[in-house]
C-alpha cells in the first residue's frame, strides 16, 4: 500500500505561498518607511504608539499573489486598538506585502501622524446630555482601490459631518473608519466607531455608492477618522473596572432566582464599584446585550435615558460603559457557557420580554393564513435601548 503520493502543481504553489513569511516582510517593510523601532514582533513609534500586524487569508490565483494583512495600532490612550484590515495583492509576495503596508500608511497611518503632530485639525464640539466636549478630527487620507480616471477623491466625512459629533462622547480618543466598495450588484456599506458598526450611518452613503459604475471592475474607497479630544479624560473609572463589574454581574445572573436576590446583588455591586451609577449601568445594559447577541433581532445606534416623561436619545458610542460591558458578554459567550445560563440572563432582558409580546401577538394575528410565517427575532428592528438611572445627578461618562 501506497502511503505517500507526489504533490501536484496546485499544492506546491499552496505550500510556497504558506511558506513565505508575510509578517516579518511586512513589519520590516513598514519598519523601513515609518522610521520606528522594530521590536519583539512589533513596531514602537514615537509618542508611544505601537503598530502590530496580523496575517489573514492569502492565496494565488492565476498567479497573482492576494493578501488580507490586518494591522492594530495601540496606545495607552486608546480604550480599544485601531483596527484595518488592508487587502492587497502582487504578482510576487513581496510586492503583496508592500502593496498591504502601502494602504495602511496612506489611509490610517497618516492619519494617526496628522493627530500626533496636529496638522490641519477640524474643530468638532459635541454636547449631549448637558454636557460640552472639543475635538479637533484629522481626516485627510482617502484610499481609493479601482479605476481612478476622471474621479476625484472623494471626503467621505462630508456625508456624515452633521452627524458625527452625536457619535461622540467624553473618551480622549474616537476612531471613524469608513469603507465602501462595490462590484455589478453587490455593495457594501461599512462605518465603524471605535471598532463598533454603526448600522445608522450607513444610510448616508447609499446614494453616493449608488453612483459608482462597478459593472466591469471592483472598486473600493476607504477613510479613517482620528478625534482628540482637547481636555483631559475626567471619568472617575476604567475600563478594566466595568468589564470586572459586568463579569461579576454576569455570573450573578446565572444563580439569581427572586427579586430579593437581585436587590442584594445590586447593592453588593454598588459597593464594589464605588460608583452607584456605573453599577446601575452594568446590571442593566448585561441582559439587554446578551438578549441582542444571542436572540438576532437588529438593534439601532441609540441609548434612550428615561428621565420622568422624558426621552433623552443619545449614541451608544457616547456612553463609554456599554461598549466595556459588550467586551466582558463577547469574553464569557467565547468561552461557550451552557445553554441554560445563557436563558437565564436573556429571560432577565426587559427587550426579550416586550419581544415576546410582540412576537406572540403578530403571530396570533397571522396565525391560519395561507402562506404565513411565523415572525422571528432577526425579523423586527428596535431603535436602541431605554434605561433608567435612580439618581438626581447621573453623569453619563
Known amino acids: 500500500m501506497a502511503f505517500f503520493k507526489k504533490k501536484d502543481k496546485a499544492e506546491k504553489a ?28 512589533c513596531i514602537i513609534m514615537p509618542r508611544g504608539f505601537t503598530i502590530d500586524v496580523r496575517i489573514g487569508k492569502h492565496e494565488e490565483q492565476e498567479e497573482v499573489k492576494l493578501l488580507q494583512a490586518v494591522f492594530v495600532v495601540e496606545h495607552d490612550d486608546f480604550d480599544e486598538p485601531i483596527i484595518d484590515p488592508v487587502d492587497a495583492q502582487g504578482k510576487t509576495c513581496e510586492e503583496a506585502a508592500k502593496m498591504a503596508v502601502d494602504i495602511f500608511y496612506a489611509g490610517l497611518w497618516h492619519t494617526i501622524d496628522q493627530s500626533i503632530y496636529k496638522k490641519s485639525p477640524i474643530p468638532v464640539t459635541v454636547n449631549y446630555l ?9 481626516a485627510q487620507s482617502i484610499v481609493r482601490i479601482g479605476p481612478t480616471e476622471g474621479k476625484q477623491p472623494t471626503m467621505l466625512f462630508k456625508f456624515i459631518q452633521n ?3 452625536k457619535y461622540l462622547g467624553s ?24 471598532g463598533s458598526v454603526c448600522s445608522d450611518l450607513h444610510k448616508f452613503f447609499k446614494p453616493y455608492l449608488d453612483s459608482w459604475d462597478a459593472s466591469k471592475n471592483f472598486i473600493c474607497e476607504k477613510q479613517h477618522g482620528i478625534f482628540v479630544q482637547r481636555g483631559e479624560d475626567q471619568c472617575p473609572f476604567k475600563k478594566e473596572d466595568v468589564m470586572e463589574a459586568a463579569r461579576y454581574v454576569i455570573d450573578k445572573l446565572t444563580q439569581i432566582k427572586t427579586r ?47 428621565d420622568g416623561d422624558n426621552k433623552i436619545e443619545f ?25 441554560e445560563a445563557v436563558q437565564s440572563i436573556v429571560f432577565k432582558s426587559v427587550a426579550f420580554a416586550e419581544m ?19 415572525v422571528q427575532p432577526k425579523d423586527l428592528f428596535v431603535p436602541g435601548t431605554a434605561y433608567k438611572i435612580n439618581s438626581e445627578n447621573y453623569k453619563a461618562w
Not at 448637558?130 to 484629522?138: I, P
Not at 473608519?177 to 466607531?193: F, G, M, P, Q, W
Not at 449614541?315 to 445553554?339: D, M
Open 171 to 194: 473618551k480622549k480618543y474616537y476612531w471613524f473608519r469608513i469603507y465602501l466598495a462595490k462590484h455589478k450588484e453587490r455593495e457594501i456599506i461599512e462605518v465603524r466607531v471605535n
Open 14 to 41: 499552496s505550500e510556497s505561498v504558506k511558506e513565505f513569511d508575510y509578517k516579518t516582510e511586512i513589519l520590516n517593510v513598514m519598519n523601513e518607511k515609518l522610521k520606528g523601532n522594530l521590536y519583539d514582533g
Open 130 to 138: 448637558d454636557q460640552h466636549y472639543e475635538y479637533d478630527m484629522y
Open 356 to 374: 415576546r409580546k410582540l412576537m406572540l401577538n403578530m403571530n396570533q394575528q397571522t396565525e391560519g393564513q395561507e402562506g404565513a410565517q411565523k
Open 260 to 306: 430579593e436576590e437581585y436587590e442584594a446583588m445590586a447593592k453588593d455591586l454598588a459597593e464594589r464599584t464605588g460608583n452607584a451609577d456605573m453599577a446601575a449601568e452594568v446590571r442593566i445594559f448585561v441582559p439587554e446585550i446578551f438578549a441582542k447577541m444571542t436572540l438576532g433581532y437588529n438593534e439601532g445606534d441609540s441609548l434612550f435615558l428615561l
Open 315 to 339: 449614541r451608544k458610542t457616547q456612553l463609554r460603559s456599554y461598549f466595556y460591558i459588550q467586551q466582558a458578554v463577547l469574553e464569557y459567550l467565547g468561552k461557550r457557557p451552557p445553554q
Open 163 to 165: 452627524e458625527i459629533p
